[in-house]
């Protein structure tokens, strides 16, 4: 691990430091784990921090944060800082290349030179991969296949032929890409007869996917994610979808078929979206909601899905079902009650009427 | 790409051509991607379409859809039409055959003439694969696996020893069929020691399995797809349970043990059933529902799935919970309100009683 | 498949036998598939079972269950005694060794005498593999992976560079270990810049771990899962999440990141828990549950889960939400009558008092 001092951490992360810029560290931690001579970072910008407990001998902190330590770099955006400090702390190595000579590479696969193919990895005929380009072992590169400049198959990828992917994307392992949508057509005895998958799949540059996602190929066109969208791990992403650019998708969200999602949104963690719904731009859909309909921008919640302010009032109350429930029998037996008492009451008036009317006349 | 006509198109189809049977068309496209020179196809039967942006030469629409476009091939199903213009325009490569010389093949498995073994797959001792059966690059095959005629298995998957496949089933990419069901017991100090899971896994004819799933074997007995019935993406299959035929098992279904599944069943995106549920036949389960009682045929939704028709009542009020809470407060007040008025009239009539009684007397 | 007598299971099981010792039994089934020579084991303390349907020879039964049949081992806990009897009756055959030729292992991975390295495996430099280690084919091992004595990886299974794998831990198919976490920071334009992932995941003794799982490695620190934790398939696990020993974390579970999960806590299948939530020893959370904040030990269920208490009153009410709106309204129907008849009593009562009043004058 480097060692760097304050005085030049400071510098790369324009902050400001309350301490001694001489002081050397040599290694970054999360704040709990830091021993002394290592550089520790704070990220929660709220969260109160206690000085006893803390071993590291600098860190790194929101502007905000209340902190009562020696040798402290202050920043306005600990997470902005933590990727300067990891790129320092731990420097990229060198990228592999090389064809290993137990990949199997077509003849009819264009490979630029420099790009790397591990052990056990198979490109197939008409794929082409450009300058850059990482196959890890165990991955498959179908016919066909475009891998763009710099983009990264880790081991056991899998992506069927056809498939388009950009430059610079990170797929992780055992992800694959460019499988057959599910479609199919229940004939008149209930058999289940396949509909042909012939379309493709193509991802945009700078797009990241994480482990055992699944993405199918279009029946027709093309499922498609745009540019700079970031996938987590288990998600499924059905035929002839689409996405936009910038996109968060995290780990285990459903998206059916023929879904379209605009540029900029957020889907959390196990999120189903209903096949042919169409999101806006800028969406924010809550864990575990269920969309069934098409929404414009904005921030929901729920199963179906509705405003995130609607929500977070409603779903609390379904724990109160029972008490509300209660409530309303409690005011049905009084309002019997009150009923009873009126009508005797009302009798009784009617009475005094007819007496009063008889005593009036 | 391949050219038709339009009248062999139509014969093709059986429909019923508005336009030139002469015109030829290069490619089958979605509506919204077509160009001059191709033919569209038209899959929402209600939508309304409008003939000014479309490109496309000709169309192939279903008979009732609202539509005027010259060179219009009505068809009753436009779901089947689909299957027959996507064989004609994308016709099926010939099948691969032979064993790469990358592959490692076991002496003591018998693999029949035919068959396609890729680079990197693996097939164990005692595991037989009948004519045209398809193993992609980097699939494993168990010992004593046995894969029917015709069956494929796409790159990486993982049949653990004993798996039974019938015919003609299309397995995708890394799924994994015949992993360990997940048993164990805890023992008084609450150290769980696992059960030995010593079953198999069988697949009917006619299954499709989508990519990343995983089916596990039996503790003892088996783990049965019956036929037809196919399995989306990321599906979750536990030990012990049995599919009936011709079910659909949506993407990220999870299934847990010793369930029991009629035929015919559809189980929608995310549906999770709890362990040793019993579902009849035709049973359909709405998206993300949870299901965890026996139930017959008919449709249900919901956490816990109740009957559809109830379901689409009740749960978009849990979004009115927080109005309903405030018309049982402002009841409760309007009541409390009248009972003290109601109090005074009672005791303003007993007085009256008394005044009246006592002018009686 | 070995023969038995019953004197012999009953010895070894520490059960009481009603039947004949000398009886010799050839198979062990499950009740419906058992056939006559064969013997069955009655998992379901509590069903009644229809002893006339029975075709086994014997049957290995829970001392509670009522049942009149010749020939039944009674037991004090028939899952304990069916490891015992899936041991006897299907013994583990001997453990693969060796490194095939058609693996790749680094010149400077350190492998132990009487490991097993199948076929298309990988292992890259610096990786350790301790005695007993098995690595099926087509998996991965990366650079500074450590794999504890006894470990297996069943063939696919991918381990990113400088994973922690303990002792007697099976990891199934196709499972990933160590992949990036989801960690990205919105730049002023939106655009998503990566924060490296620089941690690890570190897996404790006799962890087993299901098919298509992920578990992504920390941003910093360790991602980790303490001894004798148990993982089902298609489970996400993402950065810096910890869980403690002896944990159940069913299928299809999500963890967000920084989540801390302590020790003996059973997730049923399809939970979700939301980032940085943190969950004490023995919490048990029900199926499909949304963990959204710190739970302490005990059972909870639902979205938001809530005590299992509560939530088994309120979630069926959902099915009732239509009724309870139809008497809110049907209340606030009698109460407005009322109140109107009131409101007529009321003035009747008023008049009265005046006419009254003036008699009374």
Known sequence: MPTYSLGLIRDLLGGELDGNP??????????????EGELAICLKPRAGVDGQRIAATALVAPSGLPLD???VIRVENSRTALIALLDLFYPENGRPSGIDRRAYV?????????????????VEAGAILEAG??????????????????SILFPGVVLYKGTKVGRRVR???????????????????????????????????????????????????VTRVADGTKIDNLVQIAHNVEIGRGCCIVAQVGISGSVTIGDYCVLAG???????????????IGAKSGVMRDLESGEYIGYPAI???EARHAYPLIAR??????????????????EARVGTVHSAVEDLDSVDGGSAE
């Open 133 to 150: 380009v990482q196959v890890h072992a165990n991955a498959y590169v179908g016919e066909e296949v475009v891998l763009g400049e710099g």
């Open 69 to 71: 330590y020696p040798n």
């Open 270 to 284: 196990q999120v189903g979206v209903s096949d042919h719904v169409s999101l806006g731009d800028k969406v924010v």
């Open 307 to 309: 405003s995130a302010r």
């Open 171 to 221: 797929i992780h392992s055992n992800t694959v890409i460019g499988s057959d949508g599910f479609g199919y057509v229940a004939d008149e005895a209930g058999v289940l007869r396949k509909i042909p998958q012939k379309g493709g799949v193509e991802i945009g540059n700078e797009v990241e996917i994480g482990a055992n996602c699944a993405i199918d190929r279009a029946t027709l066109g």
């Open 22 to 35: 001489e002081l050397q560290v040599t290694g970054l931690k999360r704040l709990e784990d830091a021993r």
């Open 106 to 122: 077509s003849d009819r696969a264009q490979v630029a030179a420099g790009a790397f193919i591990g052990p056990g990895a198979v």
């Open 321 to 338: 079902l029972p008490e509300l429930r209660k409530e309303i029998r409690s005011l049905e037996k009084r309002l019997a009650e009150l």
